[in-house]
């Protein structure tokens, strides 16, 4: 006979997560796969935490950790304890990279074989980072990112993924043009034909291709975009490539002389290639067997 906490072990556990930096356009509402509580709600009993809501919502205060204005995801089905941790893990690293939409490390709950909520565990928020810029929490995006999340760990992926996105996300924690130039470097060598032999412009080519290979409009729209900020801020120092403009150092010289314009601009466009980077990664591991 399994002794009482080996069992639990083998229960079905629900990860959840506590948002940092993100806001919803709408009320709060369900998603597909997702439930979305405010710390109101949460504090209130509302949440799968039920009376559990209140000791986290105030543990987190005592540490210093507001919550006041955080959203609270969770998965509406339990998940296999064997995948849980991992999923918990991985859509924290898929939602920073994708749409820079900072989590906390996921808490867990545990039911047991009738669905009944019989263990809880805090989220763990990293108090070391306090800079972000608040991003949209699109409830179709973080459904797909969670069901992303889901299938790499099922798919026994998870060890194969784990660094390689684990690197991506610090590239979204770090001086954001230290990240875009990181962000352009991998693009490079992971789109490449020969990692031994690598040229920027045929590897960014390959990435639009692949992601944009029946929309050729938006690969246009896109190539005209990065082409006129790269011109627009580069001019100055002879330089029309926002890759090279960041790897020889230029862009110190010229960033306090772009206008708001053009530094908003160059921070969107950048946003646009998190996305694009991320929709042909996805489809890389999607394509994975």
């Known amino acids: 006979m399994l002794k009482k906490n080996n069992l639990s072990t083998l229960m079905p556990q629900i990860p ?13 509402s369900d998603s597909d796969c997702l439930s979305f509580f405010n710390t109101n709600s949460v504090s209130d009993g509302e949440s799968p935490l039920n009376e559990h809501g209140k000791v986290f919502v105030d543990m987190l205060y005592s540490r210093g950790f507001p919550p006041h204005d955080k959203i609270w995801l969770f998965p509406k089905a339990p998940l296999d304890n064997k995948h849980s941790h991992q999923v918990g893990q991985l859509f924290v690293l898929l939602m920073r990279i994708k749409s820079d939409n900072a989590l906390c490390s996921h808490g867990t709950i545990t ?26 929490l699109l409830l179709g995006d973080a459904d797909a990112t969670f069901l992303l999340a889901k299938d790499i760990a099922e798919r026994s992926l998870f060890h194969k993924c784990f660094h390689q996105l684990s690197y991506l996300k610090e590239l979204r924690c770090t001086d954001p043009f230290l990240g875009y130039l990181g962000l352009w470097s991998f693009i490079e060598i992971e789109w490449a034909g020969d990692p031994k032999k690598t040229d920027m412009k045929k590897s960014l080519r390959s990435l639009l291709e692949d992601v944009f290979y029946d929309r ?9 975009r990065l082409l006129d900020i790269s011109t627009k801020v580069g001019r100055t120092m002879d330089e029309h490539s926002i890759r090279n403009l960041l790897a020889h150092g230029k862009y110190h010289k010229v960033l306090n002389d772009w206008d708001k314009e053009s530094n908003e601009e160059f921070h969107a466009v950048h946003d646009e290639l998190y996305k694009i980077m991320f929709e042909g990664l996805e489809a890389k591991i999607r394509n994975c067997v």
């Open 16 to 28: 959840y997560w506590l948002t940092i930096n993100s806001k919803l356009q709408d009320d709060l």
């Open 111 to 136: 039911t047991d074989g009738c669905g009944a909520y019989v263990n809880w565990q805090p989220p763990s928020p990293d108090l070391h980072e306090n800079a972000y810029t608040i991003r949209q």
């Open 216 to 224: 050729r409009d938006s690969k246009k729209a896109f190539n005209k």
